[in-house]
């Protein structure tokens, strides 16, 4: 792919927009804090510098999550218009595998894992090895404990990275006998998006954009809240039909 391609990020914290033709970002931009996703102002911001319009780029890339609820979606919505009003073409791949990617760039290909912080003692973890033209998944993104990840694979990382595994360090130093790594010190998300979508086993192609959703992890709390006050899914929600 040599046209641009615009990669979005709001799985944590961390949001970030970067622009460029897979595998590099010629621009970028990342704001920190909670609640403090300006998507649509990142991304003028990234496309600005290149002197670019939407219309001018070939697709975006979206991180698939897991992660923040409410980030995701309003990363999310903001593609999801772009598109439906371009007709660019759309990809998701997991947060966690651009957090891991970032991780392992100066590495060869060994075991990776990446951690976002889920709460009630629990991370968004997933595991990974980085080939020079394939990702390889080994433990594919769930919601669990340190240990409970540790417990799932008999393989033990080289680095784990992430706010969760910032949250629990003794718990990931004593699995992967390494510190954790902090999101802050390595790329942003977005950039790494870019620099793995054309990787086999790192995307899915989004072709109902209507319909199409991020990789949540789990219920919004206020979601949980709602179904345990009323006996029964909430109306229109994933669930609505189990």
Do not use: N
């Amino acid at each position: 792919m040599s046209a641009p391609w615009l990669a979005i990020d709001t799985a944590t914290d961390l949001a970030s927009v970067a622009v460029g033709a897979p595998p590099g970002a010629q621009s970028g931009a990342h704001v920190q804090g909670a609640r403090r996703h300006e998507i649509v102002q990142l991304i003028a911001f990234a496309l600005s510098p290149l002197g670019l319009r939407p219309a001018d780029l070939e697709g975006v890339v979206l991180g698939d999550g897991p992660g923040s609820f409410t980030g995701l979606r309003i990363g999310w919505a903001a593609a999801k218009g772009l598109v439906q009003e371009t007709g660019l073409a759309l990809r998701a791949v997991p947060s966690l595998m651009a957090a891991a990617a970032g991780a392992a760039l100066k590495l060869d290909p060994v075991p990776v894992a990446a951690c976002f912080d889920a709460l009630r003692g629990q991370v968004y973890g997933a595991l990974y090895v980085f080939h020079p033209g394939h990702v390889e998944t080994l433990v594919p993104p769930a919601v669990m404990t340190i240990p409970e990840f540790a417990d799932r694979t008999s393989v033990r990382p080289k680095l784990v990275v992430g706010d969760g595994a910032m949250r629990y360090p003794g718990e990931v130093e004593r699995w992967s006998g390494a510190a954790p790594v902090p999101l802050e010190s390595l790329p942003p998300l977005a950039a790494m998006l870019l620099a793995i979508v054309t990787r086999e086993g790192a995307a899915r192609t989004i072709d109902d954009v209507l319909t199409a959703e991020p990789v949540y992890g789990r219920l919004a709390e206020a979601q949980v809240k709602w179904e345990a006050r009323h006996g029964r899914p909430l109306p229109d929600s994933p669930g609505a039909s189990r």
